[in-house]
């Protein structure tokens, strides 16, 4: 059960190696979270994950998660709610090659695929098997990329619209169910996500961003930008005429 203070003591992160999602584990059991289900594909770097929270003093168990295999997921989610699971993380996702994607539809598949075919095929039982329990919170990794699709990553951006969307519909339909739901939009991270490109302005970090989420939980938030100034960006890229917007080299 989360806490008085609104510590969440068990935590399910789709996505057992997001870089992102590790830095919030480490945060969350480093305040008193003891069981961590890692949901992943299996590798060296997923088992390695699981020993360093185990080291961190939690209970760690590890689940195979393949986002495109939506027949197996009602099954991983039953696993991962035996015990009470207080914060559920959606925290997988590809950020995939746009040019490749404009030409190649079986890249703009993929990326859509994990990044919102996937998030919705787990959403929906974990949000199921959070209702029958009766309380928790459920965090989605979408990005100030779905706000406006930009030319240079628009098969990210459109799959993390979608992703949005449906979350937020959800949180809303769950609104008073005991089951909270929060969007987290981050502009550029420093992750091997993004380790191929130049940093973008107001670049941020996993550990502002899990700040971020920790915060947000406490408050109760429905989404959170990250930094919260991509708020402010976004509000007046959103209002930039389109002739003008494809122009910005952004
Ligand atoms: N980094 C950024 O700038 C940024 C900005 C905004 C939003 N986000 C979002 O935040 C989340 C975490 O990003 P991150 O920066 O922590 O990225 P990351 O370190 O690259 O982690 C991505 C995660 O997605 C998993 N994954 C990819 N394809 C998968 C598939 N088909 N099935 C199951 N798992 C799959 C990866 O697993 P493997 O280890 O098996 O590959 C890894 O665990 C993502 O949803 C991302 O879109 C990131």
């Not at 859509?112 to 949000?127: C, M, R």
């Not at 809303?172 to 940093?199: C, N, Q, Y």
């Not at 990250?226 to 509000?235: A, F, H, Q």
Request: charged share 20%.
């Amino acid at each position: 059960m989360i806490n008085a203070v609104g510590s969440p003591q068990s935590l399910l992160l789709l996505g057992g190696t997001s870089e992102i999602g590790l830095t919030l584990a480490r945060t969350l059991v480093a305040d008193r979270c003891r069981r961590v289900v890692l949901a992943g594909r299996p590798s060296e770097a997923l088992d390695r994950a699981a020993d360093d929270l185990r080291s961190a003093g939690a209970q760690v168990e590890v689940l195979p998660f393949e986002a495109s295999d939506t027949g197996s997921h009602p099954a991983l989610v039953e696993k991962a709610f035996v015990d009470d699971v207080d914060l559920a993380v959606v925290a997988f996702g590809v950020l995939g090659d746009q040019a490749r994607a404009e030409v190649d539809a079986a890249h703009s598949v993929e990326i859509a695929t994990t990044n919102y075919v996937g998030a919705l095929s787990v959403l929906v039982p974990v949000s199921q098997a959070m209702q029958r329990q009766g309380h928790g919170a459920i965090v989605v990794m979408s990005s100030v990329a779905g706000e406006r699709p930009r030319k240079s990553n628009f098969a990210y951006g459109s799959s993390k619209a979608g992703l949005d969307a449906f979350a937020t519909g959800l949180g809303d339909v769950l609104h008073g169910s005991g089951v909270h739901v929060m969007v987290v939009r981050p502009g550029f991270v420093r992750t091997k996500m993004t380790a191929h490109l130049e940093p973008a302005p107001l670049s941020t970090t996993p550990e502002e961003v899990a700040d971020a989420i920790v915060q947000g939980l406490r408050r109760r938030r429905e989404t959170i930008w990250v930094p919260g100034t991509m708020r402010l960006v976004m509000s007046v890229l959103r209002a930039v005429p389109r002739p003008i917007f494809r122009k910005l080299p952004i």
